[in-house]
């Protein structure tokens, strides 16, 4: 049975990596996995992203099955869906995933999206092998998710090029915030993340997307070395939301560990209550 207890508040990364898995030796204390982020909140099983990571928490799960899980997407790159199909407990009877998305710009839902990269020639075994309980939900950025235990999960849209989502959960009077994919420009922070960050317990804030967006480069593979100006810029959403804590993450695939050490040492020099995503990093979120 799953190992979620009814009392807890808990986050626990298990994919913190963007654009693609960087395994190796020089990503090997910060994790090479692509985004997946697990809450344990009341009983419930609430997993944000299915990249790399899924397939690593799945394998712990397949051991703690029947699983009860809600699958939630901020949007389809690939980075948050290729470890989808490699999620084993989603192939056992017996299991059940609540799964939602937003409608894709071209009208595509979160299940037709998640079926595509599932089809030959890109993979062999297609979503309808998958032998769990998926209920799909397509959901409208704005709205907001009831569950059970009284779970309030809210929604915004963050980026308008690729449709992405921020989620807010709440439960007991406490709040994690998931805002990946934000989108940035100098000197200017989107209001709708301020309204849903704000005064948040933990906020899990994506560093790579505001470098990105701030300096571009031609090759998704050769990005700039994070600016001060892109942790400085989740630094100032921090303050302004006045969060609790905030956690960094979806690491340029260009960054080793050596460098995320020295990038981490400037942030806590300005604000002691942030730092960078690691793979295997538990928050406990207060409960009291």
């Known amino acids: ?12 990364f298990w994919g913190v990596r963007g654009n693609i898995p960087t395994p190796g030796i020089e990503t090997i204390r910060y994790g090479g996995n692509t985004a997946c982020v697990e809450l344990q909140v009341a009983g419930q099983r609430l997993i944000f992203d299915g990249g790399t990571g899924l397939r690593v928490l799945g394998k712990q799960l397949v051991q703690e099955m029947p699983v009860q ?8 790159h690939w980075d948050r869906i290729q470890g989808f199909p490699f999620f084993a407990p989603a192939f056992v009877s017996g299991n059940q995933f609540d799964i939602y998305g937003a409608v894709g710009q071209n009208g595509a839902s979160i299940k037709q999206r ?31 998710i009831t569950l059970e235990k009284d779970i309030v999960v809210e929604t915004i849209a963050l980026h308008r ?21 934000v989108e940035y420009r ?19 804030y994506d560093i790579a997307s505001a470098a990105n967006s701030m300096e571009q480069n031609a090759s998704p593979e050769q990005s700039p070395a994070i600016s001060p100006s892109a942790w400085q810029a989740g630094i100032e959403v921090a303050n302004m939301t006045q969060v609790k804590q905030m956690v960094l993450f979806h690491h340029d695939p260009c960054d080793e560990d050596d460098f995320l050490d020295q990038v981490e040492a400037e942030m806590q020099a300005r604000s002691a209550e942030v730092r960078l995503a690691r793979e295997g990093m538990v928050v406990s979120i207060g409960t009291h």
Request: proline share 7%; with cysteine.
């Open 161 to 181: 090029s690729n449709s992405a989502i921020g989620y807010r959960v709440t439960w007991n009077n406490h709040s994690v915030v998931y805002a990946t994919d």
């Open 186 to 204: 100098a000197n200017q922070i989107e209001p709708r993340l301020l309204y849903l960050a704000q005064q948040a317990d933990l906020l899990i």
């Open 1 to 12: 049975m799953t190992s979620c207890r009814p009392c807890e508040f808990t986050v626990k």
């Open 114 to 144: 998640l079926s595509e990269q599932m089809l030959r020639p890109n993979f062999p075994v297609p979503l309808q092998m998958m032998q769990a309980a998926l209920n799909f939900h397509d959901i409208l950025p704005g709205s907001a």
């Open 69 to 76: 899980a809600h699958l939630f997407f901020t949007h389809t």
